[in-house]
């Protein structure tokens, strides 16, 4: 007995199912829902047979028809068998099952306080875990590059010390120039109700010195630089370049990450000392035109302040907070996914991980210091 479904027909035989495919099958011509065949097969069945004897035009719509009936035959652990289905349809059958239905288990977002704590809990662990290791494989390719051991292309490291270095220049110049008249304009605020302006010299000098200058260039470095290699690198998991790297036996720490993490170390502390000199020419502006100071009084005011030490120290942040930077961006660019949304991901992570780590980094050097009085 044979039953007539919208663009095919299906009857049993014993144990064997047959579907005939009737007509052209195009989405102009509908398309009938390929699990409803399986309330029509009769219990007792394990063989589908799909006929093409009958059929007509055809598009991607059949395609889509059969993959669903033969995932949910093979669910059900029976065989399937193709007569004088087209060789177009055949191959793309083949390729869309060439590579299996990704099938990961829903894991449902916990609901009490205590699940969610444990649930983030295990996240910050492995990514703490990762860390570490990173800074692990990170220290053993330092030492293979100082002896002359780690293979990279001194090209790519050259450009990466231009954009790191003198394409950074523009933004370090506004944000230095604006924090060092916002330092003198709030220190002129109130200095000049006790007639000290003179002192906003002593203000601006020691705090671009000791902290805003690296700190303010390590954020925007952080923002700029660290994200573009957590982007190239994620980029580069994505296209599996990294993987070819493996595959040829170079190792990504010795041939992506070494080469950014220097061009910054070297870069950094360039940028640091001419944000001190911005900011502290932003300050000598406001000092200028809004009270009445000179530029040889502002000058030797800030001499007589500042003395090596606070730019010495300055300059030993901008190392530590280069080496923060360039580990935030590579960390989560290699450990990015293989998607654009990962890629964008690691960026935001990137720059969260590097503020992050700059304010922390910054904490314990100013408490060390404080400590030994320096």
């Not at 099952?97 to 205590?114: D, G, I, K, Y």
């Not at 523009?170 to 003179?198: H, K």
């Not at 700029?224 to 982007?231: F, K, L, P, S, V």
Request: aromatic share 8%; charged share 15%.
């Amino acid at each position: 007995m044979t039953k007539t479904i919208s663009q095919f027909s299906c009857h049993a035989n014993g144990r064997q199912f047959q579907i005939d495919l009737l007509g052209s099958w195009d989405k102009e011509n509908g398309v009938p829902q390929a699990l409803s065949v399986f309330a029509k097969i009769p219990a007792g069945t394990n063989k589908l047979l799909v006929s093409g004897e009958q059929l007509g035009a055809w598009d991607s719509s059949l395609v889509s028809f059969l993959l669903q009936i033969h995932l949910e035959a093979e669910r059900r652990h029976w065989q399937v068998e193709y007569q004088r289905v087209p060789q177009g349809v055949g191959q793309l059958l083949q390729l869309a099952l060439a590579v299996p239905e990704s099938r990961v288990p829903h894991q449902e977002p916990p609901h009490t306080f205590a699940e969610n704590l444990g649930f983030q809990s295990i996240v910050i662990w492995r990514v703490v875990n990762d860390f570490i290791s990173f800074i692990g494989e990170l220290t053993a390719a330092s030492g293979r590059f100082w002896r002359g051991q780690a293979r990279y292309r001194k090209v790519d490291f050259w450009w990466l010390v231009q954009d790191a270095g003198p394409h950074s220049l523009p933004i370090v110049t506004l944000i230095s120039l604006l924090i060092g008249m916002i330092l003198a304009f709030v220190g002129a605020v109130q200095l000049e109700r006790f007639g000290a302006s003179i002192f906003v010299a002593n203000l601006v000098g020691l705090a671009m010195a000791r902290e805003m200058s690296s700190m303010m260039t390590a954020i925007i470095m952080a923002g700029r630089t660290g994200a573009a290699y957590a982007a190239q690198l994620g980029s580069m998991q994505v296209n599996e370049e990294i993987d070819g790297l493996k595959t040829m036996g170079v190792s990504p720490m010795e041939f992506l990450v070494i080469p950014r993490m220097l061009a910054l170390v070297l870069m950094m502390p360039l940028l640091t000392i001419y944000a001190n000199l911005m900011g502290m020419l932003g300050g000598a502006i406001v000092s200028i035109t809004m009270l009445d100071v000179s530029w040889s009084q502002f000058v030797g005011q800030l001499v007589g302040s500042v003395s090596l030490k606070h730019f010495v120290i300055g300059l030993v942040k901008s190392v530590l907070f280069a080496v923060v930077v360039a580990m935030s961006g590579c960390f989560t660019g290699l450990r990015s996914a293989r998607s654009a949304t990962a890629v964008g991901q690691a960026t935001t992570s990137a720059v969260v991980l590097g503020i992050v780590l700059i304010i922390v980094t910054d904490s314990l050097v100013t408490i060390a210091t404080t400590i030994l009085d320096i």
